[in-house]
Structures are given as structure tokens and as C-alpha cells.
């Protein structure tokens, strides 16, 4: 089997099902396992240059009439004929954070052979997990993406009941920081499961912008920042725009030091397996337990109030 992976969530699929070495092509983003896809070739490429754009500057780029969507990545059509994939996993979920179904759809037509292609929608952690199965019958795996849902469906039930019981703290989980914007789809699931009260967003939805009096208003207990696509680092590279608005620092999580960063490609921004472990870590942020291994600093760490 020959696998293409155009979509990071799909490539950590690929490893949760042991199938790694049959991944013969990835995008530039797909970074997890380290080891297992360091040496696969990478058939796509992005237009921006985020590493010296502001929050402000990326997201105007990719909303504004200067990109829409698949205008942000490029696919290098001819590195994909020559890898020749058996099949081709991609999305159709969000035109900003992979390589378009259209784009993909066009570039397979004009290969030679049967290569099929797979296209993963999820919005909720079920769904998540379903795909998982879904991508394991492609695969030919289905009895071990079975055993390994199952697996992972575990976990989630270990953190609710290692937090059941415990005070639900009203949690801010923010995707974006200029504009802000709430994280959704499973993000407020992954915070309801790890004993939070998640605000500003319902499971399931695709979020929009929300004003900065509509956070104030919310007064969240807990603030965790998990920009789209920026490490911890730059993310806290770029948490001064929410120290400058008007009556952060009377915010109670602001007050009580309840202010957290975390690996948000690694664990909510992907639909992928790993949100599970971003259940976990938000037990620990929420409740200092730890379901499963101990959460590391460069998972998540408290940032200090500004």
C-alpha cells in the first residue's frame, strides 16, 4: 500500500494504525512521528510566509481577496504522479489549513491507475475517532483501527472520571488571537470531558470572530490559548495583544493566574488521534490530574498575568 497523506491529522492516523512505512509522500506541516516521516518527500508547500507575518497579517491573508483557501498551498502534481499512491488522504473540512479537495481531486484524475481518494470531515470527537476506523478499512486494518478506537476511547473515559465530581471552571479556549476566535468543533467536547464549561463555542461548530467584549463578558475562569498552526512559543511570542485590551487583567482567570498555553497543533488544532492527549492535558490545566503520562511544559504551561 502506498499512502499520501495531504493532511497532518491524516498522517497521525496513519502512524496511530502502524502503517508509517507506507507513507510515501506528506505535506511540509505534517510533523508527528518525528522519525517516521522525516525522510518521506513533501508534495505540497504554503504561499504565506507566516514565520514574519503578525496574527493580524495571516489572518487577513487568508481571509481577505488576496487568498482564498486553496490559493495558500500548492501541490506539487508532478512529485505525486511519480510517487504513484495507492491512495491519497485528504480533506474537505477547512480550505486554510490543507491543500483544497478540489485541487486534489484534479491532480489524481490525471494519474495512471486506480488511486482513490479519502476525504476526512470530522467535527466531534466521535467523529474523529470514527475516522480512525473509516481511513483503517481503506487500509486494510479495519480489526486494528477497531482495537485502537476502542483504546482511545478508554482514555477519554479515564479523564472523566478522574475529573467527575470535581467544580466545572468556565473555560476561554481561543484558536486565533487577532481577530480572536474561539475554538471549536471538538474542542469544547475535549474541554466538557476533561471537567470544564466550555464558552463561546457549541460542539461541532465551525466558530467566526468574536468581538473582545463578548470574551469579557463571558468571564472565563481559565483562558487557554491554542493558536491554529503556532507552537507555544509563538504563541506566547504574541500574547501581549491580550494583555493590551481594556479590563483583561480584571478577567478572573487573569486574577487567579489561570492563564495557559498550550501545543495546539499537536493536540486540538488537528482532527486527528491525538486530541485524545489534549483531553488529557486540559484535565491537568483544569484539575492538575493526570489520567495518562505527565503533562510536560511544552504541552502546556501557565503564562504569567499580564
Given amino acids: ?161 478522574a475529573t467527575a465530581g470535581r467544580p466545572r471552571p468556565r473555560v476561554a479556549a481561543l484558536e486565533w488571537l487577532d481577530p480572536l476566535w474561539p475554538a471549536g468543533h471538538w474542542v469544547p467536547e475535549q474541554v466538557r470531558c476533561a471537567g470544564g464549561e466550555p464558552l463561546l463555542a457549541q460542539a461541532g461548530d465551525h466558530t467566526r470572530p468574536v468581538e473582545w467584549e463578548a470574551v469579557r463578558a463571558a468571564r472565563p475562569e481559565v483562558v487557554v490559548l491554542m493558536p491554529c498552526g503556532f507552537s507555544p512559543r509563538r504563541t506566547e511570542e504574541e500574547w501581549e495583544l491580550l494583555t493590551r485590551l481594556p479590563g483583561w487583567a480584571e478577567l478572573p482567570a487573569v486574577r487567579a493566574g489561570e492563564v495557559w498555553v498550550v501545543d495546539g497543533p499537536a493536540y486540538f488544532n488537528r482532527p486527528g488521534p491525538r486530541v485524545v492527549r489534549g483531553a488529557e492535558v486540559l484535565a491537568h490545566v483544569l484539575h492538575g490530574v493526570a489520567p495518562a503520562e505527565p503533562v510536560s511544559p511544552a504541552e502546556a504551561r501557565r503564562l504569567v498575568a499580564g
Fill in 1 to 161: 500500500m502506498r499512502i499520501v497523506s495531504l493532511l497532518p491529522a491524516a498522517t497521525d492516523i496513519v502512524a496511530e494504525l502502524g502503517l508509517i512505512r507506507d507513507l510515501v509522500g506528506r505535506t511540509h506541516e505534517c510533523d508527528w512521528p518525528p522519525d517516521g516521516v522525516a525522510g518521506v518527500p513533501v508534495v505540497t508547500a504554503s504561499g504565506l510566509a507566516s514565520d514574519t507575518m503578525s496574527s493580524r497579517e495571516i489572518s487577513e491573508a487568508v481571509g481577505g481577496a488576496t487568498h482564498r483557501g486553496s490559493s495558500l498551498y500548492t501541490l506539487d502534481t508532478e512529485a505525486l504522479a511519480t510517487l504513484a499512491p495507492d491512495v491519497v488522504l485528504t480533506q474537505d473540512l477547512c480550505d486554510v489549513c490543507a491543500v483544497s479537495y478540489d485541487a486534489v481531486s484534479r491532480a489524481v484524475r490525471v494519474l495512471h491507475g486506480p488511486t482513490r481518494v479519502l476525504s476526512l470531515e470530522p467535527h466531534t470527537l466521535d467523529e474523529v475517532l470514527d475516522c480512525l476506523v473509516r481511513v483503517g478499512g481503506e487500509l486494510g486494518v479495519a480489526e486494528r483501527a477497531e482495537r485502537r478506537r476502542a483504546a482511545l476511547r478508554e482514555r477519554l473515559t479515564a479523564v472523566e472520571r
